[in-house]
């Protein structure tokens, strides 16, 4: 039926037709993403900016890991590891209801939850956030 084992003659093992197809899997994938991020980001960046009265109800923030190899003079491969945090702030706006958005101007740790005020947004990022006088 189907030969699994190395071939050495003139013909294909399943194993090597297989890992040029992952390949090229796994290369369209991180291609993928990397062009719905930029969209994403000329999307948020081209948006109008809004001033809106909010209330901060939620702050979150969400740790991405990524792997990575180091590769060494002596030839050895060594694991290594990199992390970014995003951090998210929920607005409650007037007429109830609620909006995640993606703290871009480092605003986490300047405001808690609770506080009123206005909120500039510009998709779906938060860039500003001015207390308001009576908290």
């Given amino acids: 039926m189907f ?12 194993m090597s037709s297989i890992i040029p197809i992952l390949v090229v899997v796994v290369f369209a994938v991180v291609l993928i993403g990397i062009v719905m991020n930029g ?8 948006s109008p900016r809004e001033s809106v009265f909010a209330r901060v109800v939620a702050k979150r923030m969400e740790v991405r890991t990524q792997s990575h190899h180091h ?13 970014r945090t995003y951090y998210y702030i929920t607005l409650e ?3 109830g209801e609620r909006k995640e958005y ?14 009123s005020g206005y909120a500039a947004v510009q998709g779906d990022w ?5 207390r308001n006088g009576g908290n």
């Fill in 3 to 14: 030969d699994m084992g190395p071939s050495f003659g003139g013909g294909f093992s399943m």
């Fill in 126 to 130: 938060i860039v500003a956030f001015e």
């Fill in 39 to 46: 969209a994403r980001y000329v999307k948020n960046a081209s």
């Fill in 102 to 115: 993606l703290d871009v101007r480092n605003l986490y740790g300047l405001i808690i939850e609770g506080d």
């Fill in 93 to 95: 706006f007037e007429n």
């Fill in 71 to 83: 590769h060494h003079e002596n030839g050895h491969v060594h694991p290594g590891h990199s992390s």
